[in-house]
């Protein structure tokens, strides 16, 4: 079965430190995984997508890196800043031409001032 | 502007009514997708279009759910009738059907069935 896991459910850091988030995906054959960040009670904001070709992805203080053969991809953000505050999924598109995504349950991230 | 749209943002209803949902994906995109999010099974796939057909609607409660295209600018969502169970936040998803296949998500209906 084609499965998203994401540890810790939750994470809480002061303001100004570095954090990793990280997804682990079952079979390595994927075609792309895409990271979302999830404000309360609203939709999803794509933040990066790492096609299955690529090792990492850049915007800003974010950076998602993706290891195949471990099954494993992270959201580093630096400097992270209250605003940060989020819920952030990951999701990955396997194999078996549907093109959906399959998600994780989130890892919930607060930064405290 | 580009953003997925979905119409109504909330929606209260009892047991047994029809309930529907609309998205309107972003324009020049040709695949349309359906997600639900709940508390205890986060996101899960409903239904998925491209070019206005449907290729996949596993996730689906087929005596229950129905999900169409009309038209390239107009996706629904109908359940009925609708349960309690149903309780939870439907997601519109529309994307370009290339290699990269990026999906950008609707603010989502919130779905309350007594």
């Known amino acids: 079965k084609q499965e998203v896991t994401q540890i810790p459910a939750a994470l809480s850091v002061p303001e100004g430190e570095n954090l990793v988030l990280n997804c682990s995906f079952t079979?390595?054959?994927?075609?792309?995984l895409q990271w979302f960040r999830q404000d309360p009670g609203k939709g999803l904001t794509s933040l990066l997508l790492?096609?299955?070709?690529?090792r990492e992805q850049t915007s800003g203080r974010l950076n998602a890196s993706l290891d195949k053969s471990s099954g494993r991809s992270t959201l580093y953000i630096a400097a992270s800043q209250p605003g940060d505050s989020a819920t952030y999924l990951c999701?990955?598109?396997?194999?078996?031409?549907?093109?959906?995504?399959?998600f994780g349950k989130g890892t919930k991230l607060t930064v405290n001032p | 502007d580009a953003r997925v749209t979905q119409t109504p943002r909330h929606k209260v209803t009892e047991m047994g009514q029809e309930v529907t949902m609309r998205c309107q994906p972003i324009?020049?995109?040709?695949?349309v997708f359906w997600y639900r999010q709940t508390m205890m099974q986060g996101l899960e796939l409903l239904a998925y279009?491209?070019?206005?057909?449907?290729?996949?609607d596993s996730g689906m409660p087929k005596d229950r759910f129905s999900a169409e295209m009309p038209d390239a600018t107009l996706a629904t969502l109908k359940i009925q009738p609708s349960e309690p169970r149903d309780s939870a936040v439907y997601f519109c998803?529309?994307?370009?059907?290339?290699?990269?296949?990026?999906?950008?998500f609707g603010p989502g209906t919130r779905l309350t069935v007594l």
């Open positions: 999701a990955v598109e396997f194999p078996g031409g549907s093109e959906k995504l399959v």
């Open positions: 790492i096609q299955s070709s690529q």
């Open positions: 324009l020049g995109h040709n695949t």
């Open positions: 279009f491209r070019n206005r057909a449907p290729l996949d």
């Open positions: 998803a529309s994307g370009l059907s290339t290699g990269r296949n990026e999906q950008f």
């Open positions: 079979d390595s054959a994927i075609y792309n």
